[in-house]
């Protein structure tokens, strides 16, 4: 297992994500306890000494099983993260309520690393608001008493949610967990969103290194050009790769649902295998063409937001639709629509055509904005 430094400790450079456990007929509510102990076994055996779960996964499931899985060992021998669910207005005036389950729920008297979970347009302003809900004031006790060994957030919000989260907080973050991968590097700003947090000397976390799974496996000409790079490099590897070769990288999380999974990632995790430049270029170029189908060209040039009658932000709209048409659905782009009032939504366009006169990429703005509407009922 290779392993990263941390403030004095050792992390194994894979991280055991419990979000994605294995479940019994299909069903996110009920997890296989044995098959999840005993993947918890194997990780344990090779070295996985970092485990990830959150208050929300598995409908509120994953920290009982993980605190049955490893109430096992010797509390010594394993850190465990978990998270305050912001994402969830109902929650925000709760933290204590939570926090005192999730020690329950666990079976630990502290945690090692714990979280603001999912920092977002939805939530950011009731993030911010500590003398309404009081989320930093009360976690920032806790880890005075001992009970937060190291505090940090997560992070699916665009640039300027980071950004307002970093100039209010970011002086007590120790780390940042973010969906990073080698197609969100651009698609979801990945570069900017490392190098501001290097700023901050805040190390990163990775959340869907495998977007899903979406790069477990690519089309047969985007592997064929890999594999003439590195003959002995499985597929899913490559992603794991390119996380290895930013150096600010600390943690990778993993969601894996079966033993399968879990025994390919620990092979890849016994060596650091950082990419060359040449593998770097050829990755980033598959990437750049998978991003092509589906989606539109836009460039954030803005010309076209001067000449629209609604005053809609044209550019964070079709950089929403392509997350949204890429990744065929998922809750990011109605997460961040869901925090813009009525008239700035895709459906306020009147498809009068005023932007597409100025588009240099020719984008038929009225109808995508159309097709988003429609997309998302």
Known sequence: MIYRDFQGMKLSALGFGAMRLPVIDGDDGRID???ALRMVDIAMENGVNYYDTAWGYHGENSELVMGKA????PRDSFYVATKFPGYDPANWGKVEEIFEKQLQKLGVDHFDFYLFHNVCEMNIDAYLDDEKYGIYRYLMEQKRNGRIRHLGFSCHGAMPVLERFLAAYGKDMEFCQLQLNYLDWTFQNGRDKVALLNEWHIPVWVMEPLRGGKLASLAPAYEAELRAL??????????????ESIPSVTMILSGMSNEEQLKKNLKTFETDRPLRDKEMAALLSIAERMLSVGTVPCTACHYCVSHCPQGLDIPHLLALYNEHA???????????LGALPADKRPEACLGCRSCEQVCPQQIRISEVMADFSEKLG
Do not use: K, N, Q, S
Request: glycine residues 12%.
């Open 230 to 243: 590195r003959p002995d490099e499985e597929i899913p590897a490559w992603a794991f790769r390119f996380l």
């Open 33 to 35: 306890e044995a098959a």
């Open 326 to 336: 890429y990744t065929g659905g998922g809750f990011i782009a109605p997460m961040a």
């Open 70 to 73: 490893l109430g096992r060992y």
